[in-house]
C-alpha cells in the first residue's frame, strides 16, 4: 500500500470519528445536559469557594479563565479526545510553564510575550499528545494577568493552574460516571475506580 493511500484512509477515519464526535455532542439528551450542567456547577463552584472561603481578596487568584473553557470540554464533550484526563492535566501544566517562562525570560514585550507563549504552549501539546484548548488561555493569562499573577512566578503551575485543574477532573471523574449513559475517561481505565454499580442504573 503506497504512503499516500494509507495517509488518505488515516484522514477518512479521523474525519469519521470527528463527525461521529460532533453528532453524539449535539444529540438533544436531556440527562446528559442535566449532568453537564451540574458537573460544571461543582467542579467551578468548589474552586470558587475555595477562593472566596480560604483566599484573601488581596492574595492570588484561586480561579482563572481557562477553567471555564476546559469545564465546557470535560463537562459538556467528554468524548472529545482533548477532554482526557492526559490533555486536562498535561496540557495545563504545560502550557503554565511556558507562559511563566516566557514572562520571566523575554522583556515585556505583549505584542511578542503573548503570541509567542499561546503558540509554543500549541506545540509543545501537540508534541507530547496533551492538546486541551485551554491550555492557550492559561500561557496567556501568565503573560498578561495580574500582578499578583506575575508574582506566583513558576509557583502559579501548582496553584492555581494544577490545583484547579486536579479539582475539576476529580468531579468529572465523579459526575460524568453517575449514569449508564455517561462514561469517562474514554478508555475507561479510571471509569471503573468511580461507577459503582449502583449508579448505573
Do not use: C
Amino acid at each position: 500500500m503506497s504512503k499516500t493511500k494509507r495517509i488518505g484512509q488515516k484522514i477518512k477515519r479521523n474525519a469519521r470519528i470527528s463527525k461521529y464526535i460532533i453528532y453524539k455532542e449535539t444529540l438533544v439528551d436531556y440527562r446528559e445536559k442535566f449532568w453537564s450542567f451540574i458537573g460544571a456547577f461543582t467542579g467551578i463552584g468548589l474552586i470558587a469557594f475555595i477562593q472566596s472561603k480560604y483566599l484573601l481578596e488581596t492574595e492570588n487568584m484561586f480561579l482563572i479563565g481557562s477553567f471555564g473553557a476546559s469545564s465546557v470540554l470535560v463537562f459538556g464533550a467528554i468524548q472529545s479526545p482533548l477532554a482526557q484526563p492526559r490533555n486536562v492535566i498535561g496540557g495545563q501544566i504545560i502550557s503554565a510553564l511556558i507562559g511563566v517562562t516566557i514572562a520571566k525570560f523575554i522583556p515585556d514585550i505583549i505584542w511578542l510575550t503573548a503570541p509567542l507563549a499561546v503558540a509554543t504552549s500549541i506545540i509543545a501539546m501537540q508534541f507530547t499528545k496533551t492538546l486541551h484548548p485551554p491550555g492557550g488561555a492559561t500561557a496567556l493569562i501568565a503573560i498578561i494577568g495580574t500582578e499578583n499573577i506575575k508574582n506566583l512566578g513558576y509557583f502559579y503551575v501548582l496553584s492555581p493552574v494544577l490545583s484547579g485543574s486536579l479539582t475539576s477532573l476529580v468531579v468529572a471523574l465523579i459526575f460524568n460516571n453517575m449514569t449508564k449513559h455517561r462514561s469517562y475517561p474514554t478508555n475507561g481505565s479510571l471509569t471503573n475506580a468511580f461507577k459503582s454499580k449502583g449508579l448505573k442504573g
